[in-house]
């Protein structure tokens, strides 16, 4: 048994908003939570890089992306599942 197959690896759900490069995707993950002082719910996205093997997402999917080895400076993330 590997060491990665051991180690849980962090899944996120988001939405792709650039397909533009070879094999990667830009995903805009949302999260929403409580401010501690002023109760309202707050939104908040950041946007993550993810290798994308096969160029198989489109601009719009819902995916999964999943955590893996660096594959650039700013790609840590790889895609798991589209919709």
Do not use: C
């Not at 759900?13 to 109760?39: C, L, N």
């Not at 093997?53 to 999917?61: F, H, L, P, S």
């Amino acid at each position: 048994m590997s060491d990665s197959s051991k180690r849980f690896k962090r899944k996120l759900r988001g939405t792709v908003v650039s397909d533009k490069a070879d094999k990667t995707i830009v995903v805009r993950v949302q999260r929403r939570f409580k401010h501690p002082i002023y109760s309202k719910f707050v939104n908040k996205t950041k946007k993550y890089h993810a290798h994308d093997e096969q160029n198989q997402a489109k601009v719009g999917d819902l995916v999964t992306i999943i955590e893996s080895r660096p594959h650039s400076k700013t790609k840590k993330w790889e895609l798991f599942s589209s919709k």
